[in-house]
């Protein structure tokens, strides 16, 4: 029997990966897109970065991607509340309209974002899923109870916004990093995973990062990336510094090499800068 990834029940419907609205608002407003013909048809493909092995594409008529590991009551029930909570935040940044984004807004856009990770990834057979069934049910868990707030992040996850300007409807890119670090003196197998999500203008970033070692979950560990002008073509939204950001960014991916660097800016093999703490009885 299929599960849903998120609670165990029996997954019993084919969800699209693509949230449905999302893709109506994009082919509705394609003449509004960049670079888009009125009533161009809509593509959305989901591609993931492995070492060693050639991308994964998932990709259908009218980016009728589905997953099937999605639940009816999930899909129904909590995907739908924050769908319906973050699609008027979207929306206008599909068209690169200029927005303050507000910390309330910042953690709305993590969950999404994480949420929409964690739906793509759900595309990979489970033994090569990344997040695990307790990242999944943490985040359906705290999304059900209003009062958690921090709970339903996996340990050391980042999340950015950026803008972009080119002519791709909707993307979604995962990649897949393997590294190592060394933490009071024990080397420790790191691993990592990016997903790089575009949809019109709006553009988002999820990093999770793992260390076997739970005691070493912390915000302090940061992975070094590749060059490129990422201070000023990203907007944090988590870890949140709880106060009001702008969006876009002032540097826009322009076109699809822009988007394509900003969604491999971390190398597959990572180098990490250590927290000092980390180094003390090494
Ligand atoms: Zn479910």
């Not at 969800?15 to 809509?42: F, M, N, V, Y």
């Not at 790089?196 to 940061?222: E, N, Y």
């Amino acid at each position: 029997m299929r599960t849903c990834g998120f609670c165990d029940a029996r997954a019993d419907s084919r969800e699209h990966a693509w949230p449905d609205w999302l893709l109506e608002e994009l082919q509705r407003g394609s003449a509004r897109l960049h670079g888009l013909p009125p009533g161009a048809r809509i593509s959305a493909s989901v591609e993931a970065h492995r070492p060693g092995a050639p991308p994964l594409v998932w990709r259908g008529p009218k980016a009728n991607v589905r997953v099937k590991r999605v639940c009816k009551r999930c899909n129904n029930e909590w995907m739908s509340r924050l769908e319906d909570i973050a699609k008027p935040i979207i929306t206008p940044m599909l068209y690169g309209s200029r927005q303050a984004v507000p910390a309330s807004v910042q953690f709305t856009l993590t969950l999404w974002s994480l949420k929409t990770a964690m739906v793509f990834d759900c595309l990979h057979k489970p033994g090569r899923m990344f997040y695990s069934s307790e990242d999944r049910s943490s985040l359906r868990r705290g999304l059900l109870s209003p009062t958690a707030i921090v709970e339903p992040l996996p340990a050391i996850t980042r999340v950015w916004l950026a803008a972009y300007a080119g002519e791709l409807p909707a993307t979604s890119t995962v990649s897949r990093l393997y590294g190592d670090v060394s933490v009071r003196g024990r080397r420790q197998p790191l691993a990592g995973y990016v997903t790089t999500i575009s949809a019109g203008g709006f553009v988002t970033q999820v990093l999770t990062s793992r260390l076997p070692d739970h005691a070493a979950r912390t915000f302090d560990l940061t992975l070094v990336s590749r060059p490129g002008p990422w201070h000023e073509a990203t907007v944090c939204i988590w870890p949140s510094f709880w106060s009001e950001a702008r969006w876009p960014p002032p540097h826009i991916l322009r076109d699809q090499s822009a988007l394509d660097a900003f969604a491999q800016r971390w190398p597959r093999r990572p180098s990490v800068n250590i927290p000092p703490a980390w180094l003390d009885d090494a």
